[in-house]
């Protein structure tokens, strides 16, 4: 029953995620665990998350900021001080136990926009903790994936919505790019070094045709950028 919770808590997860990676949000990853008890021997309900990059953290706080599910309250936005790390802030969506995925992005917008404002302070209860576990598994079950032999593991779902997020996201920049006008961004050569290494990095980790372009276009500016005129060859008589 534990593992299958997780489970089923995990897709659930996933599906928000997949909601908040639609609009635009860095979505990073998600979690999810079984009833458990903690170090102090008290007993804890299925819970869920959904982690952020950094730079949304630091947005937000500087210190740790993520989406929070359980099985009694629903989902909060939590953040903590970068000094101590300790929570100094929940904010409690309100939607209901299981609230649609893009309820909870809405939330997360309401969020950025005004965290004194969104949702509210107080954890609701919508269900008794350790009670009524085949009910909450049975609605679980319409966030299962439509093709479970593919995706059984959430990890697994979640990292195929995360790569396609990408993908995507990176098609629709370079499409628009052929009318943009031209940014002028001043980089050492250390540092484009580092950007080509990392684009070949996640061309090796996860093969894609448009990381590939744009690492060779790149790749390309930068060569006739460091070109010198002693390295050029002059044209030919005639030419």
Sequence with gaps: MSAELSRRA?????AVAESLL????????????????????????VEAGIS???AFQDRHGGGDCGLHWTGTSGWCLYTASQQDRYLSGDRWSGAGLLPGPRLVAD?????RL??????????????REGQDFSLLLDALAPYLPAQPCLF???????????????????RRALISSASDPLTHLSLRQGELAALLHLLEYAESSN???????????????????????ETVRPPRPGR
């Design 22 to 45: 639609e609009a635009g949000l860095p979505v990073t990853g998600i979690q999810s665990c079984g009833p458990w008890h903690d170090a102090d021997g008290e007993y804890l309900d």
């Design 10 to 14: 995990g897709h659930y997860a996933a």
């Design 207 to 229: 093969p894609s045709a448009l990381t590939r372009q744009l690492a060779a276009d790149l790749t390309a500016r930068a060569d006739r950028q460091t070109r010198t005129p």
């Design 107 to 111: 939330f997360v917008d309401a969020f």
């Design 152 to 170: 059984e593991d959430p990890q697994i779902r979640f990292a195929d919505l995360h790569r396609h997020a990408y993908d995507n996201r990176v």
């Design 52 to 54: 952020f990059t950094q």
């Design 114 to 127: 005004d965290p004194a404002g969104a949702g509210s302070s107080d954890q609701p209860s919508h269900r």
